[in-house]
């Protein structure tokens, strides 16, 4: 049996229901200024490009199967922060500390989560997976 990307990529598409935008500081902290005052880095602004937009989705991290633990082992679940960024695979590789903001929804009816449209999350793992149709990566809340 065949696989067909294509309908994969039909299934796929309806889950991609955010619109989502990625925005990197491609100079990192270099181009900071130290205030003096604070002794804080002090980034310039605008000190972000926007590097993709398109349609994507941002959802809570999913939790293993449960099993038993192996031998008196202690299974450590991911903080309450953590989210998975879903991206067509077309869509740039990203960047641990790239921002991924979400800026509305196409989904009929609204957004999946309305309390995510205007989010920001920061790229936490660029490498969680990439499959024949999308791209996942682990992200966290910003604000």
Known sequence: ???????ARRVVDRILDDKLEVWRDSAGRTD??????????????????????GSG????????????????SVAVEPPTTDYQAVLPVDAPVLRRDDVIRVAG????????????????????DGAVGTYSVVRIVRVQVID
Request: negative net charge.
């Open 1 to 7: 049996m065949a696989f067909d990307v294509e309908g």
């Open 32 to 53: 900071d200024v130290l205030d003096e005052t604070t002794g804080m880095l002090v980034p310039p602004a605008p000190d972000e490009e926007l590097v993709w937009d």
């Open 57 to 72: 989705a941002v959802m809570p991290l999913g939790r293993p199967a449960l099993t038993q633990p192996v031998g008196g």
């Open 105 to 124: 929804s196409v989904r009929p009816g609204g957004p999946r989560d309305p309390r995510l449209v205007g989010r920001r999350f920061r790229v936490s």
